[in-house]
């Protein structure tokens, strides 16, 4: 906020300027004693009262401050810089902190380029509204712990017989419900022109030319005791400075969207709010001298409450296949997802992703131990807090017959190998150590043979395939000869 820039950097040198009179005034006393040790007692006493007048320089240092607070709301940039020379001519010996607070202020002032941008209407679109955050449901339900984002809408409409010379915009914020410290003017626009206020904002003054006759003025500043947020628009003529007599910034809206403007803002809900809470918000607009055009009221309701959430575990039988159930509740806006933890045989939990389904498939290894536990997210964002811990807890100790059950003889070989273990029709492929299938098959618990005797000798991987489940054993094929 520019007004509180300033007086925070006119605060500091209230403190730098006096305090270097004071010490200044003292060196002097210290110095004349030490150079005149026979002064006597009353001239000692005459210098000392000079350095108690340093009181009054305090004083008339902070008056001179007082004028300038006085002046920190005047509208341009030209009229601040005015007030800080008044303040230099009062106060020479602050020279250098105000030609500094100038060329600050110069560049905290200046008005960035303004973006075109192609803006398009709609027709049944009111253009004098208020739009908020975009919740969930019918309720609109948010998370308070996130930004609420705001702009609100103008049209000059087209059957108008002139254009509007001054826009004013209100929107009093609830100061029950919205944290006004968090507040933060956003973009606004004029017709097809976007400009960027400067983030953190609660106040500021901009000015533009929109042609060569015709200059904008736009005035925004926040209340921080009522919660009232408010826009100037003001049309100034270029060459009085003044407000034009007949000619105005925003024209009848007859080729969209030269005469509409928009304004925008963000900020965050009070953190202490109950779930539940709704939050509502409404502005008004005038154009020139006429009735304020009340906006619609923009609706939200808080939704505070982590949801909670369990998961269930079975097997379908002979088969690495779990089937995780998961049941939910959530009192507000529902549950958006569930984050699934798997921790395999007492090892560390990992996630292994989400879903938005009530249920997933997990094709796990067989011989093993698994847990499981969930983790459930909301619509608006509210995630469960939960301890990791099992929820669900399963084995895996069948495939076919079972991973490490499955064997090969004999192992080595030479001309043929014979699959143990197996309890159903399976497929079998034979890979060497570069994954080169050389062989491959059919074998059942009652045919179980594989003929090697074409394969080098060598290490080989047979992979056994059944119901799309696979292990791995491996081979050393002798040479035959």
């Known amino acids: ?110 008005l960035q380029e303004p973006k075109l941008t192609t803006t398009s209407s709609v027709n049944s679109f009111d253009p004098n509204e208020i739009t908020g955050p975009i919740g969930h449901g019918a309720n609109q339900y948010v998370l308070k712990q996130e930004r ?100 105005g910034f925003l024209p009848p809206n007859k080729i969209m969207p030269e005469g509409e403007g928009s304004v925008s803002f963000t900020l965050l809900p009070k953190q202490a709010i109950a779930d539940g809470t709704v939050i509502k918000n409404r502005a008004s607009i005038i154009f020139d001298q006429n009735e304020p055009i009340l906006t619609n009221t923009w609706l939200n309701v808080v939704d505070a409450i982590p949801p909670a959430s369990s998961v269930s575990a079975t097997r379908v039988l002979n088969s690495r296949e779990i089937h995780l159930t998961f049941t939910g509740s959530d009192a507000s806006s529902g549950i958006e997802h569930y984050s699934i933890y798997i921790k395999e045989s007492g090892g560390d939990w990992l996630a292994i992703g989400s879903t938005s389904k009530s249920t997933q498939l997990i094709i796990a290894d067989s011989s093993r131990q698994y847990s499981f536990y969930v983790v459930a997210t909301d619509q608006v964002g509210n995630v469960e807090y939960k301890v990791p811990g099992a929820e669900a807890t399963i084995g895996i100790n069948e495939l076919i017959k079972g991973k490490g059950q499955l064997s090969i003889v004999p192992n080595p070989a030479t001309n043929e190998v014979f699959i143990g273990g197996l309890t159903q029709a399976c497929t079998f492929i034979v890979n060497d150590l570069s994954g080169k299938k050389v062989l491959s098959g059919d074998i059942s618990e009652s045919n179980n043979r594989i003929d090697i005797h074409q394969l080098n000798s060598g290490l080989y991987l047979i992979r056994i395939y059944s119901n799309g489940y696979f292990e791995t054993l491996k081979l050393l094929k002798n040479d035959d000869r």
């Open 148 to 247: 609420q984002h705001f702009a609100i809408t103008f049209e000059n409409k087209g059957t108008a017989l002139a254009a509007a010379q001054i826009v004013s915009v209100t929107d009093t914020l609830d100061v029950s419900r919205f944290d006004i410290s968090t507040f933060e003017f956003n973009d606004f626009t004029i017709a097809n022109r976007t400009y960027s206020v400067p983030k953190g904002r609660q106040e500021f003054v901009l000015e533009d030319s929109l042609s060569p006759v015709m200059r904008v003025r736009i005035n925004g500043r926040l209340n921080m005791v009522s919660g009232i947020v408010s826009w100037q628009f003001t049309a100034i003529d270029p060459v009085t400075g003044d407000i034009p007599v007949y000619e």
């Open 1 to 110: 906020m520019a007004g509180a820039i300033l007086e925070v950097a006119v605060d500091k040198m209230i403190d730098k300027g006096a305090d270097n009179l004071f010490k200044g005034q003292s060196d002097q006393i210290s110095n004349f004693v030490a150079k005149n040790p026979n002064a006597t007692q009353s001239t000692i006493e005459f210098a000392k009262d000079n350095l108690k007048n340093i009181d009054d320089i305090r004083k008339f240092i902070k008056d001179a401050h007082q004028l300038y607070k006085d002046g920190k709301d005047l509208n341009t940039l030209k009229d601040k810089i005015n007030r800080l020379e008044q303040l230099l001519k009062d106060c020479p010996e602050l020279k250098p902190q105000i030609d500094e607070l100038k060329k600050n202020l110069d560049k905290d002032m200046t």
